[in-house]
């Protein structure tokens, strides 16, 4: 089945640290996103990308990279710049940058320890 | 303009009962309003979603309404059930914008 894998499920992070949060799709899709959810502040974008080694910033960029060689890959990479990283992180795509078949992986609980 | 606001931000209603949440989107552009649905530790995952060329549309005991002039869009859920109980996001666009989300309680 296609689907939005994310990995993993939970993860820990010390102060100072980087940690890379995994995405893949076999959706065929071009289209990926990074959200962060807080409670109570709804889904916020952190980067897209609409085509491969191609990506933009989204409303809370800052702290975060991304990268995009494959078009099934999306990782995002939480630096020791991002103050306050422990939320729960979600990937999406879509077709051709389309709001149509936005579909979303099951998340990651990143928490610093 | 390119706001989603959502209201209520929290709703209790009774096995049974009608649930409904709203939306307000503010660029004329949007031309795709969907509806997620969320539970706790889970990714949101499509419900029903509605295009500005229908002013209603449902799916089971979901409904949305959508009000283009006043740029409102509601979902209603009939009969609401225990298992309802979950977080729900309106979105719009183009690129999704998310409103910050409902979360549902059906009691019992």
């Known amino acids: 089945d296609g689907g939005i894998t994310q990995s993993p499920k939970y993860l820990f992070r010390k102060e100072g640290q980087n940690v890379t949060l995994s995405c893949e799709q076999n959706l065929n899709h071009d289209a990926m996103y990074w959200y962060r959810q807080d409670p109570g502040q709804g889904l916020r974008l952190i980067y897209y990308s609409q085509i491969v080694n191609d990506f933009q910033k989204g409303d809370i960029a800052e702290g975060y990279s991304v990268s995009r060689e494959k078009k099934e890959s999306f990782p995002l990479t939480v630096t020791s710049a991002q103050k306050n990283p422990t939320a729960f992180y979600l990937c999406?795509?879509?077709?051709?940058?389309?709001?149509?078949?936005?579909?979303f992986g099951s998340g990651t609980r990143l928490t610093v320890v | 303009q390119q706001q989603v606001k959502q209201s209520p931000q929290s709703l209790i209603v009774q096995k049974g009962g009608i649930s409904i949440i709203n939306c307000a989107y503010e660029?004329?552009?949007?031309?795709?309003f969907p509806w997620y649905q969320q539970f706790p530790g889970k990714g949101p995952a499509l419900l029903i979603a509605i295009r500005p060329d229908v002013s209603e549309k449902k799916e089971g005991r979901f409904t949305i309404s959508f009000n283009k002039s006043a740029k409102q869009f509601s979902l209603h859920i009939m009969d609401s059930q225990p298992g309802d109980s979950a977080t729900y996001f309106c979105a719009a666009g183009g690129q999704l914008v998310f409103g910050k989300g409902t979360k549902l309680t059906v009691n019992p």
């Open positions: 999406a795509s879509s077709i051709a940058g389309r709001a149509y078949g936005y579909t």
């Open positions: 660029n004329t552009a949007f031309d795709y």
